[in-house]
């Protein structure tokens, strides 16, 4: 009778043992989904007070340095806003190449992509985008004194500047592989090479294009645009949670009028 009492006993604690093993077990899952769905961002965020942005910052009005060397342009004041939003009260910027803001992003070494990146099927096998928050679209950019060049076609046989790791450089692939790609580290290595002479043309997105144009009377911004995009901020592809964060504080931005003041600032009216 005691050996049964026994066994009894022991068969009691074994399955509250199991039992407290599948709880833990479920909590532990529980907390890596949370890891796994962005949770992990926001709670850093909350916890250090801090966003950890990378920027290609070549590209104004986007993003640039100004001349204090202080990050500046549209995407870093819309960031810094939605930082505040988020709770973080700062917002530091991490200045990368473009072409290894996607490698970085998916190291950690940002918790986001803010820097004129188009929202791109190739791009999205790679990493996820919060929804657009400014329309851009391809454009040339020539010389004002230039009669001969009135659209893409008339460059077929000559150069254009592109960033490498750009829309414009799979636009050409695809579509112009007649014309001779001159491809470049820094945004403002392709206005360089078209104020020299060394190229015909720079193909480059509308907002970029259109400021400078305005600051170099020197240069024209073709009429037609090649492409219609759309400017997001990269995301992890896990951090689904703080996708959606980013997104409640841009509509929020959008909502209580600070989104168009940011707009009005770099682009006008």
Known sequence: MKRLKRSLTGIVTLVLCLTLALVGCGKADQAS?????GDEVLQK??????????TDATFPPLEFKND???FDGF???LMRAIGKELGAE?????????????PGLEAKKFDVVASGMYITDERKKAINFSDTYYPGGL???IKKDNQSINSIEDLKGKKIAVQIGTKSVQFLQENYPDIKRVEVEKNVEMFLELKSGRVDAVLTGLPAAKVYAMQDNSVKVLDKTLTNEEYGFGIRKEDSSF???VNKALKTLKENGKYQ?????????
């Open 33 to 37: 989904k949370q890891g796994q769905n």
């Open 45 to 54: 965020i909350k916890a250090e007070k801090t966003l950890v942005v990378g």
């Open 68 to 70: 204090k060397k202080e």
């Open 75 to 77: 995407d870093i004041d």
């Open 90 to 102: 700062k917002v530091e910027f991490v200045d990368t190449e473009f072409k290894g803001l996607i």
């Open 139 to 141: 454009s040339l950019l």
């Open 243 to 245: 996708t959606q964060a």
């Open 261 to 269: 003041q940011i707009s009005k600032k770099w682009f006008g009216e």
